[in-house]
Every structure is written in C-alpha cells, then in structure tokens.
C-alpha cells in the first residue's frame, strides 16, 4: 500500500469516526508519511485537542519545528503544552536547553545575558525542577543542567567585573543548588557530591554543608536502586505495573519526609504513562493530591483534566475534578461550571450519569450559599445578606436549570429524572422553606406525565417524609392510591404502612379498606386480561389448525419420519438435531441457532456487533474485545446451515467492560465497520428507532451533490456562517463510503432560508450543490403516504438516506421507488402516441400546442381518425418525418402556460 494510498483510508476512517483514538491516530501517520508540513501541524494539532499526546509524539512534532526554524514562541509554547499532558523528564530537559539557546542567540560574542533573560531562565528551572527534580533515575540530569547555567552566569559575571556582593551572591545560590540536589535521593549522587565538593573547595567555601546533606540522603539510594533495576528488567506490562505499586508502598511508608510529596507524584505519573486508561489509578491519584495540605491549584485542576481527557466516560472522574474546581481559592464557581459544561459536552453513558453531575453542581451551589452565611461578620451584616441572596439565586437559578436539562434530555428515564426533580424539595427543605418543599413536591406530583408512575410518587414522598407532618403526608399518599396505575398494590401498601406508623386505628381501618379494593379491583383486571388471551391463543390454535389441515390437503400428510428424515416434499425445511456448520463443524444450540430468553442482568454487560462479515470467527472478535475487559462469551448468530447472519453478541464478566466496547462503534474489521450497540429487550423497546425528524423540519437542511472527498468540517465550514450549527451529518454506506449527500442542522430555524438563497447551486470542488429543506418521504405504512407509482425527486434522493448507519437494512443500495405508470412523471402534453401500425415508439414524442380533447385519446395516445389518415399515407409519411428538436424545461413551461390560456 502507497503513502497515498494509506492517507485515503485514513481519511475514510476517520469520516466515519472522528472523534475515535485510532482512526485520529492512523490518519496522523498517514499525514507524517505524506510529509506535508502545514497539513501534518493541522492533523497534531487536531489530535492533541481531542487526546493527550504521548511523549514520543511530543517530540517528534517539537523537533519537525525546530528543523524547519519555525519562531521560537511556537516551538516554546508546544514545549509548556507537552509537559502539560505527562511529566516527561525528556521533555523538561530538552525545553529548558531550548530555552538557554534561543536566549543566547541574539548576543554578540562576550556578550552577557541581561537580568530579565536570566530571572525569567531561572523560573522556568524552578518549575522543572517542581515537576520532576525527584525523578531518581532522570532527576540528576535537570539537576546538573540548572547547575551548568549558573556556572556559566557566575562566568559571565566575572568577566565584566561586577560588584563583590554581586559575585557572593551567585556563589552563594550555586553553593544552595548543590544542597539542594544532595538532599533528594538520585541516581548518581556520589559524582554529584565529588563535583560539589571540589568546587566549593575552589571557591574558598566549606565543603562540611554539602557532606551533611548527602549523608542524610544516602541511606535511601539502595532501596531506589534496587526497585529501578527490577524495574528495568521487567518486560510485561503487567510486571511493570506491580513494580510500580511496590514503588508506591515504598514512598507512602518512607521515613524520608522530605519532599514525598513530589516522589509520590512522580511514582504516579510514571505508571500513568504506562497504564494511561487505569480509572482507579487516576482517582487515586487525584484524591492523594487533594487530601495534600498547601497543595497548588493549577496542578491539582492540571491532573484531573488530564485524567477526563483520557477517561471522559467516567462518571467518577468528572465527580472528582469537579470537587478539585471547588477547592480553587476565592470563588471558584466559574471554574467549577467550567466542569459541568465540559461533562455535559461528552458521552457520560447514561441518563443517571449525567443526573448525577447536575446534582453534584446543585449541591456545591448549596455548599456555596451556606458558606456566605457561616462567614459573614457581623458588622457586615448587610453586606452579608447582600452576597447571601444572591449565592442561594444563583442556586435556585441552578436547580430549575438541571431540571430544565432532565425534562429536556433524561425524560426517557425517569429514575434519572426524579434524581434531580426531587433534588429541588429536599435543597430547599435543607434552608428551611419547608412550605416551599412541599409545594415543589405537589407540583412534581401533579404532572400528568409522570404522577401514574409508582417511582415518582416513592422519590417524592421519602424527601417529603423528611419535613412533612403527618396530616400532610398522609393526604399526598391517599392522592397516590388515586393516581399509581403501574403499582397500584405496592403503594396500597405504602398507605397501611403508613398508618400503622403514624394513624390510629380508625385511620388503619380506612387503609386496609382501600388496600383491599385495590387487591380486588387488580385480580378482576388480571381475570379480564387472562379471558382476552384464552381467546387470543385460541384464536392462534384454530389459525394453525386451519393451515395444517390446508397443507395436508395439497401436499399430503407429513410423517414423523419424514421430519426427522428430511424426506418427502417437506424435506428442505427439516431441521435436524445436529445443523453442520459451513466446514462441516455440528453447530451447537449456543452458537445463536435457538433464541435465549432475554437475561437484564447478562444484557447489561452485553453489545450487540453487527454489520460484520460473513467470514468473521469468533478468534476475531476476541482479539478486538479482548483490551475492553474479561469476556464471559461471544456468539455469533447463524443459519441452521452453521453459516453467519453477520452479527453477534459479546458478554463481558464486568459492566464496565461495556463503555469500553460501545466506544469502538463504527470501528473497521475486516474491511467493514463494526456497528457496536447495547443489548436491549427488543420485545419491550425498539433499538432500531430512527433517531431524526421524519417530517418537514425547518431548521434542517437536505444537501445533495456534494463532492465524495468533502468532509463534516468543510460543510461546517461553509454552512457554519449563517448561523449556530447543531449537527452536521454525511450519509454513508454500510462500507464507510460517502453517498454524497448529507444533512446541516441549525439551534433554529432562522438561518436556513439564507442559508438556502446562498448556497443552493454553490460550486464545491467542481460540483454545484442542491440544498432545501428537509422533508423525507412518508415511509410504507405513514400516514399521509403517496400513492403507489407517485414519487417526487426529492423522495427519490431522501429514500436512500441511512444516517443511522447502524439501523438494519437489506439492502446497502435502496434503490428510487420504480412508478406503476412512467407518465405520471411527465405533464399531460408530453404523453406519447402511437405511430404508424400501432405499435409504440421509444422515441417519437408528438407535442402539440393544443390540449387534447378527448381525454381519453390524451392519455392512451389513440385517435382513430389520425390513425386512419396514417395508414393510408403510408411509407411517404415515414420519408418526410424529421426527427424532434430537443425541448428544455423553458419549452415545456411555454407549452403549459399556453394550454392554461386556451
């Protein structure tokens, strides 16, 4: 395959899947193999938006640019972007000899670095130093290069002559740095102490600090040593890793308390570099930062956003980052809504997950508005309650926002809903409005939508059983026996557990009546239920019964043998106790062959895999599941014959598993991408839903014509001027192909009529595109369908539309709907009639300025007289024949108008 070659199929890929790690990363290579400049920063630039980068790839980019002496702010700023991302001491190392060196190029020779070169040079090794000057195998190298800087200004220095205490000065600091370093357990300290003391004996200083300092630290170096060689030797991955959790005993339990933290954290971001998807070790990680006294904000927000950036499915991450945001000095509400809005832009999931973020934001908002209280003075009373008013607005305003997002996005899981609606009663029963979250709960309860539903009425009532009085709970509970139609029993039961609680016995008397009813009235409803399928199944019974007796009377009667045999007319339908599979393999039950009754339990931690190929085995399933997790099973569906339906299902042992499964959605095997979705009870719900408007929709644009090569972004591109772009989507095939057309989707439904006069009939890379709105055709069975054999051009294009790729088809080619009549196409003066001898003609089309009269000769095309007149002309009418001018649309209109006239 050829570098070109290479770079289509990444790009295909990544239409396909452009928020995917691999598709991003193989279209990156592909790029750097092309090696075009402006287009390879373009692709890491994109890359390093949507992931970290590693350290390799890091340094590749930052060495590409020092080659081509791009402007050394660029390259600087790549160097504090990348040491963003992992703590790499190659990395730090290499920026801070960059930084020397671009300070020094401009000087002439003999020239000395001015004092803001050499403050702002020493600040950036400080921070270097932070970062990973503990680091015992690579931590001497950073140490010696900050070391070799001052040498050299102490050279500079003495060249030019300056003031004594000048020169002291910077002894003094050189002497510190050597401190400093021998105080730190590293590899190769003994040199460190001998170059240490040889210069302070140069000096004229006493070498006895220095000396002290090592001794302190050398009881330490043979435990590191001897963790860094086994470390070194091991190969796995997993080896490594339990290295590293001994390297963490190690450090946590040192007596060597002196700069642990910053060991600690470096034991940790190696073993991140490693294992970089570990959700556990990101959280420790974050907590152990967290519990640190002083501990500086910016690393504590730089941890956690890098750890949502590797893992920006996990619910817990985004909990702990935004509990980090909280921790920021001063107000930290913007930073903390910053994280909200960040989790809410991914993929959390689930409904609950995203519940969940709001009510962690809501509860900070109530923390926040406590703490205006708690410290407030009181000769700042006033403006206490100033600030106090408008922190617990702020939260209320928060509250009717995250119920605002669960009615609009959670309403199809009202658990997940009534998290946050319920949230509401029990936030303002904490500040003692205990009228207020009362009526907050009959509101919730007084929704026709979701007050027959047994969980609401339960969320509701045990927030109102917190601060409610019996006489007013008991009223919201009798209003439930009224409204429950799912559980009627169960809340029955709430009611006569309720009063023989709180109620007396006239009052317990009254429950057990009503329980009683409810129990009488749900066994009547189920003796109805069971009479209508008695007479369902009977119904059933006598169908096959009429069908088995119609079979029997054209085909003769089936013998038992003859179905276990496979013999007699029947025998291409009999099943056999053993199906052999394609190779001849007997093809057991469990290979899919026989329906397995749905399991919720085993479907949670179970997807669905389709559009795979038919020679795909369950080896290679393996192989691409095999890093999401521990798999309990795969299946893949097949014929009786032992042949693949092109679908499977891969259980994992652990639910987790499952996210990491569903995010290699549209994922390439076998030349084909994968379709990953959950595993539903489709006997309960319909997975295959279409997700998108099936009708007229003003605020979504239908393009066609658009060029194969054309990418989301370049549409974004040129639609994205005319107003706020919610979605933009190129309809592909089953292969990944583009079809050439797509749909821009606008916030509303302004923008588009512009957007139209615009860009209809706009040249993209050679093709004029057709834009209008959408307006997909009715499917079989809508109403308001057309009628058979009417199509209308825009049907003919929005037919073939599959923007849910993964929904099923027959087809991957749909075809335009063929009509019963191909005249009804064409208006009436185009019908053609019948030529000479009465046989039709392909070709000759009789138009003429006048309507017909009759309308029947109009549209069967005959006319006796003509006819006549025809047949007697003969051969001479066929000589002076001449063949139609071409018409264009101009002509037919003339054509219709002038028929409107007469």
Not at 183 to 196: K, M
Not at 350 to 367: E, S
Not at 812 to 831: A, I, Y
Request: with cysteine; aromatic share 8%; proline share 5%.
């Amino acid at each position: 395959m050829d570098a070109q070659e290479a770079l289509d199929n990444a790009e295909a890929l990544l239409r396909q899947s452009p928020n995917d790690y691999n598709a991003n990363l193989q279209y990156l290579l592909a790029v750097a193999n092309e090696g075009i400049p402006g287009k390879l920063r373009n692709a890491r630039e994109k890359f390093s938006g949507l992931f970290p980068m590693t350290e390799e790839m890091w340094l590749n980019w930052i060495a590409d640019e020092i080659e081509r002496n791009s402007p050394a702010d660029f390259v600087s700023s790549l160097f504090a972007r990348a040491t963003q991302d992992y703590l790499s001491p190659t990395l730090y190392h290499q920026q801070m000899a960059y930084a020397v060196a671009t300070s020094r190029a401009d000087l002439d020779e003999g020239e000395v670095l001015p004092t803001e070169s050499i403050a702002e040079l020493r600040t950036m090794f400080e921070a270097a130093i932070s970062a990973i000057g503990h680091h015992f195998a690579e931590g001497h190298k950073l140490w010696e290069a900050y070391r070799m800087f001052e040498l050299n200004v102490l050279d500079e220095f003495l060249k030019v002559q300056p003031a004594p205490e000048v020169l002291a000065e910077q002894m003094q600091r050189i002497m510190e740095l050597y401190i400093r370093e021998l105080d730190i357990p590293l590899d190769g300290l003994e040199e460190a102490l001998e170059g240490a003391v040889k210069w302070a004996e140069s000096v004229g200083a006493d070498p006895q600090q220095l000396q002290d300092a090592y001794a302190a630290t050398a009881a330490f170096i043979p435990t590191y040593s001897a963790l860094e060689q086994v470390l070194e030797s091991s190969e796995t991955v997993e080896d490594k890793v339990a290295v590293f959790e001994t390297y963490l005993k190690t450090e946590l339990k040192s007596e060597l308390k002196q700069s642990a933290v910053q060991r600690v954290q470096l034991v940790y971001e190696r073993q991140l570099a490693l294992t970089p998807l570990a959700e556990e070790l990101w959280l420790d990680y974050g907590m152990y930062l967290l519990l640190q006294d002083n501990m500086e904000p910016s690393l504590l927000l730089s941890v956690h956003s890098r750890g949502v950036r590797n893992l920006s499915w996990s619910i817990s991450m985004w909990l702990q980052y935004m509990l980090c945001a909280e921790k920021t000095p001063g107000d930290s509400f913007s930073e903390v809504k910053s994280v909200l809005e960040k989790a809410l832009a991914v993929d959390l999931g689930t409904h609950d997950n995203f519940a969940k973020v709001w009510i962690a934001f809501c509860q900070y908002c109530m923390r926040r508005a406590k703490s205006a209280v708690e410290s407030a003075k009181p000769e700042e009373e006033a403006e206490a309650d100033a600030e106090l008013e408008d922190k617990q607005e702020t939260w209320q305003l928060m509250v009717a926002n995250a119920k605002e997002f669960a009615a609009t996005h959670l309403a199809a899981d009202p658990n997940s809903y009534l998290q946050i609606a319920t949230y509401e009663i029990k936030a303002l029963a904490l500040v003692g409005a205990n009228e207020a979250a009362l009526q907050a709960a009959k509101t919730l309860l007084a929704d026709k939508s979701r007050n027959k539903l047994y969980t609401t009425w339960s969320f509701a009532m045990a927030e109102v059983a917190k601060f409610a009085s019996p006489d007013e709970q008991r009223q919201l509970i009798l209003k439930g026996t009224k409204a429950v139609e799912d559980y009627p029993q169960q809340w029955a039961q709430e009611l006569l557990q309720f009063e023989g609680t709180h109620g007396d016995v006239s009052q317990l008397v009254f429950a057990t009546r009503i329980a009683r009813r409810v129990a009488r009235l749900q066994r009547e409803q189920a003796s109805k239920e069971a009479a209508k399928e008695a007479k369902r199944e009977a119904k059933r019974d006598a169908t096959k019964a009429g069908r088995k007796e119609e079979r029997s009377r054209k085909g003769g009667k089936r013998t038992a043998a003859g179905k276990q045999s496979g013999e007699g007319p029947h025998a291409k339908f009999a099943k056999t106790a053993n199906p052999m599979g394609a190779e001849g393999v007997p093809v057991e039950a469990s290979e899919g062959n026989f329906h397995k009754e749905f399991d919720p339990e085993a479907a949670a931690r179970t997807c669905i895999v389709k559009n795979i190929s038919f020679a795909v085995d369950e080896k290679q399933l393996e192989q691409v599941f095999k890093d999401c997790g521990e798999i309990a099973e795969i299946r893949i569906v097949r014929k009786m014959s032992g042949k693949s339906k092109g679908y499977a299902f891969v259980e994992f042992k652990d639910k987790s598993s499952l996210q990491f499964a569903l995010s290699k959605d549209k994922q390439y095997l076998d030349e084909r991408p994968m379709l990953i979705s959950p595993c539903v009870d489709r006997s309960k719900s319909n997975p295959f839903e279409f997700q998108y408007k099936k009708d007229l929709d003003p605020s979504t644009l239908f393009v066609k014509n658009i060029d194969y090569s054309a990418t989301e972004d370049d549409i974004r591109e040129l639609f994205g001027k005319f107003g706020e772009l919610k979605q933009v989507r190129l309809v592909k095939d089953f292969s990944g192909k583009p079809r050439g057309f797509g749909y821009v989707q606008y916030t509303e439904s302004g923008p588009t009529a512009q957007a139209i006069l615009e860009m209809d009939k706009f040249d993209f890379k050679g093709r004029a595109m057709a834009v209008a709105l959408s307006n997909p055709p009715k499917k079989s069975g809508d109403k308001g369908q057309p009628k058979k054999g009417v199509a209308s051009t825009k049907e003919g294009e929005e037919a073939m539309d599959i923007a849910n790729d993964d929904s099923p088809a027959k087809s991957s080619k749909p075809t335009r709907p063929k009509p019963s009549n191909p005249l009804l196409f064409r208006p009436s003066q185009m019908r053609t009639s019948r030529p000479v001898g009465g046989r039709k003609s392909k070709t000759n089309l009789q138009l003429t300025s006048d309507p017909p009269t009759d309308s029947t000769a109009a549209r069967d095309g005959k006319d006796d007289s003509k006819e006549s007149d025809a047949k007697q002309g003969g051969d001479a009418e066929k000589k002076e024949a001449k063949p139609l001018k071409k018409k264009s649309n101009a002509d037919f209109l003339k054509l219709l108008m002038q028929g409107k006239k007469q």
